[in-house]
């Protein structure tokens, strides 16, 4: 029996609704594998948190976390309490930096029982593979002066070794696949940082003869997201490029309520964190119609990071069981709970033993 300590990070809204429904997945998968448990372990860390101790997370919260095997994480983020820019740095960035969880990891496919907003899907299956450290989402910058003399600068900080990282892990997976990895650029229009990830991408490229490979200015690449997305298998792009095109993935699937995202550290030197891609969605929490899907799915993720593809597979399936059963929550068009679709799932899962 391998037993594996998860850090637990509800966090704010519906995340203290769609972890627990997660763990309850994840338990019954981990019983019908039965060579695996997990040892849940529980931390309040949120904006409630923040409110009462004036930090997102305890000061020594990386030294306690960076003990587990892996963090799994609900939604941060309340903005009618706390500013965003404090609680996603305050606890979220502050994690992935600090655990060199330097990818970001999230796929977008067309699920059997679900209904894409898309007149014409093509059953698109897509994995976008975002650089989750720097780009465009770097520190560097800040304000001078003042009134309408005020200037603000931000600076995006590309580095090779993080860049080829990104590149590499896509073509590796596009490996095992369909063999096509599409860089998101926008060196017509950015001078500095896309002409070098451009650069990159084509000495990366040549380490995978046997993987096709191709290039497409984001604007271009957003549009094609929703008039052909079967045309991409996997797509490498940096922070904020990555973050536009899966949010756009999950739009595509039916609902963002349903996409899923892992945190690597892929050199397993800390622990990686697994978040779904939607936020605390604050207007229905506690109404118990969050839609869990994202967030099982997230844990399906996990388990294929942890070694374990086929329960994962098995998750998956039973999601899919679920959805084509008609059993969805109000955002999918449905008027079941959390708790009814959760159980559903549970359900076809032991159907699988």
């Known amino acids: ?11 704010d809204g519906i995340g203290n609704e769609v972890v627990p429904a997660a763990i309850r997945v994840l338990e019954a998968a981990a019983e019908l594998h039965g060579g695996i448990s997990f040892n849940w372990v529980n931390f ?22 960076r003990n587990f095997d892996q963090i799994f994480l609900g939604a941060v983020g309340m ?4 500013p965003d820019h404090i609680s996603l740095w305050g606890l979220l960035i502050k994690i992935r930096r600090g655990f060199e969880q330097s990818l970001n990891v ?3 496919k067309l699920l059997r029982g679900l209904e894409s907003p898309l007149k014409e899907p093509n059953n698109f299956d897509l994995l976008v593979v975002r650089q989750n450290s720097e780009g465009e989402y770097s520190e560097v910058g800040g304000r001078v002066h003042q009134g309408e003399d005020q200037i603000a600068i931000q600076n995006a900080v590309f580095t090779y070794k993080e860049t080829s990282r990104a590149m ?7 490996g095992n696949r369909n063999g096509l990895v599409t860089s998101a650029t926008k060196s017509n229009g950015i001078t500095h940082s896309m002409p070098f990830w451009d650069d990159v991408f084509k000495e990366i490229q040549k ?5 096709k490979s191709e290039s497409a200015h984001i604007d271009a690449l957003a549009a094609f997201f929703v008039l ?17 095109l899966t949010d756009i993935g999950g739009a595509i699937m039916g609902s963002i309520g349903i996409a899923p995202a892992a945190n690597l550290n892929i050199d397993r030197k800390f622990p990686s964190m697994f978040e779904p891609v939607h936020g605390s969605a604050p207007d229905i929490a506690g109404k118990g119609i969050a839609n869990p899907i994202g967030q099982i799915w997230t844990g399906k993720m996990m388990l294929d990071f942890m070694g374990y593809p086929e329960i994962g597979k098995l998750i998956l399936e039973a999601v899919e069981d679920t959805l084509e059963s008609g059993i969805k929550t109000p955002d999918l068009k449905g008027r079941a709970t959390t708790e009814e679709v959760t159980n559903s799932i549970i359900d076809h899962l032991k159907k699988k033993a």
């Open 207 to 211: 380490e995978y003869p046997s993987v």
């Open 168 to 174: 590499r892990y896509a073509f590796e997976l596009a």
């Open 106 to 108: 999230r796929p977008a």
């Open 44 to 65: 309040p860390w949120s904006c409630e948190y923040y409110l009462k101790h004036g930090e997102m997370m305890p000061e020594d919260g990386l030294n306690v976390l």
């Open 228 to 244: 052909r997305p079967q045309m991409y298998d996997v797509i490498v792009a940096s922070n904020l490029f990555g973050d536009i």
């Open 79 to 82: 903005p009618e309490l706390v």
């Open 1 to 11: 029996m391998n037993k594996y300590e998860i850090a637990s990070i509800p966090g």
